[in-house]
């Protein structure tokens, strides 16, 4: 396992800021070794390893034949359904859970590819996640095969136009039953494309921008899935996720493979926040790692540096900068990582110009 992370390169994970993305995500297609794959089947949460990343299966029906979501180490996924009711895969980021992260305190954004087959049965593709204070969800399709009406996205609000491309938005009550957060009221804010894509830039925090311009907190009527109207609190809430969605009703069957997939998570401020170390060189270093990523290799933990400069910058498989790591003379990078950090783990380190990947244990 270590041998295949090490082997990564994690181009899905490195933060850019949208004024330095390297591409749309059209143009590249398996440039990449995914890792190993993970295959889920029948409703499961969980982590992928080594990364802040997550992932999701959900159907209605608990667990059905022929109905799959496999992950890979390097966060690219595919999933499958067929007869299912309500299905849902879910692949991307984490955040805190019982207070989330304020929805404009970074820079989001995600570049795509992926190819699809769908066969029958209503299918919604774009990013997806759920909020805190208030509890909530949203939805920004970017892709679909379906109808849509007011019993999936409930009452438009409006259109704005980001990306260069104009989306509806809309608010729907979801107070059907429990879903699998636990929340039996909340308000889902869904954005949908004017035209359907299988590939491109979509800057998130736009989005989230225009939601709150919409929805200030004010109280409005808005239906629920079965048409009845209530007054609901309308205010887009602290994020606690922000996947890559696929969502499918219907008694669909069809397939979703995504052969690249990167979200940008960089801090909105980063002259100011304590919480991105290193910060001031992110967008910069960030930058430096996309274009290299291409040329990602693998090193040995106990490889040596014979380098006049031995401060080596850091990052962790998400791109983001951990720091400078001082290598003494003898040290091995391996054991300098882990005296700066103390955290064993996979990482990413640039030598001589280069970008290297490295797995560090105690």
């Known amino acids: 396992m270590k041998d295949k992370m090490m082997k990564l390169g994690l181009a899905f994970a490195l933060g850019l800021a949208a004024s330095v993305h390297a591409s749309d995500g059209c143009s590249i297609r398996d440039t990449l070794l995914r890792g190993e794959a993970h295959l889920v089947t029948g409703n499961q949460t969980g982590a992928i390893s080594g990364t802040s990343m997550g992932y999701q299966l959900w159907l209605a029906e608990g667990s059905v034949p022929n109905n799959s979501l496999t992950y890979y180490d390097n966060g690219f996924f ?155 609190v309308l205010k887009f809430g602290n994020l606690t996720d922000l996947m890559a969605t696929v969502e499918v009703f219907d008694n669909g069957k069809g397939s979703i493979d995504y052969a690249y997939m990167r979200f940008g998570d960089l801090y909105a401020d980063e002259s100011s926040s304590s919480a991105a170390p290193e910060s001031s060189s992110v967008a910069e270093s960030s930058s430096s790692v996309a274009e290299s990523s291409s040329s990602t290799h693998a090193l040995p933990a106990t490889a040596h540096i014979s380098m006049s400069d031995r401060n080596l910058l850091v990052f962790d498989v998400q791109g983001r900068v951990l720091g400078k790591v001082f290598v003494p003379a003898g040290s091995t990078i391996g054991s300098a990582i882990l005296a700066r950090f103390g955290v064993a783990g996979v990482y990413m380190v640039k030598v001589d110009g280069k970008l290297g990947m490295l797995s560090v244990s105690k």
């Open 78 to 232: 595919k999933a499958e359904w067929q007869n299912t009711q309500d299905y849902w895969a879910r692949v991307g980021l984490t955040y805190e859970a019982t207070k989330g992260m304020p929805h404009n305190y970074k820079k989001l954004s995600l570049e795509y590819n992926y190819t699809k087959t769908v066969e029958s049965g209503s299918v919604f593709i774009g990013v997806n996640g759920w909020t805190v204070d208030p509890a909530g969800e949203f939805f920004i399709i970017d892709d679909w095969i379906a109808q849509i009406d007011e019993a999936y996205v409930g009452r438009k609000f409006g259109e704005y136009e980001v990306d260069g491309s104009k989306y509806a938005v809309y608010a729907l009550m979801t107070d059907e039953g429990e879903s699998w957060r636990g929340y039996t009221h909340r308000v889902r804010f869904t954005s949908v494309r004017e035209t359907p894509r299988e590939c491109g830039y979509m800057d998130i925090t736009a989005h989230f921008n225009k939601f709150d311009e919409l929805f200030t907190g004010q109280t409005d009527t808005i239906p629920n899935a079965r048409g009845i109207r209530k007054n609901s």
